[in-house]
C-alpha cells in the first residue's frame, strides 16, 4: 500500500468529530499512517537489511513505533485522544500491507500476505477507493485544510500512485527483497 495510507489518514481526521483546537493535526495522523514507510526508507537509505519488512512492518516492531508516535503525539498536543488516534493510526498500517505486500509477522516468524503489487492495476484498484473515500471524507468534514481537499491534491496523490504501479506492469513485479552478505 503506497497512497491508500493518505486516504486512512484522512478518513481518521474526518471521523474525528471533535472542535479544531481538540483535533489531532493532520500532519500526525499523515506520519503516523505511513511511519512504517518512513522508517523502512530510513533503512533502505543507510543500505541497511530490512527483509520482508522484519524490522519496520512487523508486529512488534509496529507496536514500538505506535508507542514512539502515541506519545510524541501527547506530548505535542496534550490530548490522550490524539495520541491514541495517532498510535491506532500507525497500527493500521499493517492490514493494507497485507493485502498489497509480504510482511514478517515477527523476526524468524511466518511471512504473511497477498502480495497483489505483483499486479499493478489491481493494486491500484485496491488503493483507489481508499484514496478517493479519505479525500471525500475529509473534504466533506467541518474543519479541514483547504488544499488537503483540492482536486489537484487528489490527483497528485493518484499520480504518485500510478507511478508506482506502471513501472510493475510494464517491467514486472519487484523480486521481494533478501539480504546478501
Known amino acids: 500500500m503506497i497512497v491508500g495510507h493518505v ?21 500526525w495522523l499523515l506520519a503516523a499512517s505511513v511511519a512504517p514507510d518512513m522508517l ?5 537509505l543507510g543500505r541497511y537489511c530490512n527483509p520482508e519488512g522484519v524490522f519496520t512492518h512487523s508486529l ?3 507496536a514500538i513505533l505506535a508507542t514512539i508516535f502515541g506519545v510524541a503525539a501527547f506530548l505535542h498536543t496534550r490530548s490522550v485522544t490524539s495520541a491514541l488516534l495517532v498510535a491506532a493510526l500507525v497500527m493500521l498500517h499493517l492490514p493494507p500491507d497485507y493485502l498489497t505486500g509480504r510482511k514478517a509477522l515477527w523476526a524468524g ?10 499486479w499493478g492495476w489491481l493494486d491500484f484498484l ?15 468534514a467541518r474543519f479541514r485544510p ?17 507511478a508506482f504501479d506502471v ?3 510494464v517491467v514486472g513485479p519487484r523480486a521481494p527483497r533478501v539480504c546478501t552478505r
Open 167 to 169: 513501472p510493475t506492469e
Open 60 to 62: 512488534p516492531a509496529v
Open 109 to 118: 516468524g511466518p511471512v504473511a500476505g497477498l502480495y497483489i503489487y505483483r
Open 126 to 140: 485496491a488503493e483507489l477507493p481508499l484514496v478517493i473515500g479519505g479525500w471525500w471524507m475529509l473534504r466533506r
Open 7 to 27: 486516504g486512512i489518514a484522512y478518513g481518521a481526521r474526518a471521523l474525528d468529530r471533535r472542535e479544531e483546537g481538540a483535533r489531532a493535526p493532520l500532519l
Open 146 to 162: 483547504r488544499w488537503v481537499v483540492s482536486g489537484l491534491a487528489l490527483a497528485a496523490l493518484l499520480a504518485v500512485q500510478l
Open 40 to 44: 523502512d526508507g530510513l533503512f533502505a
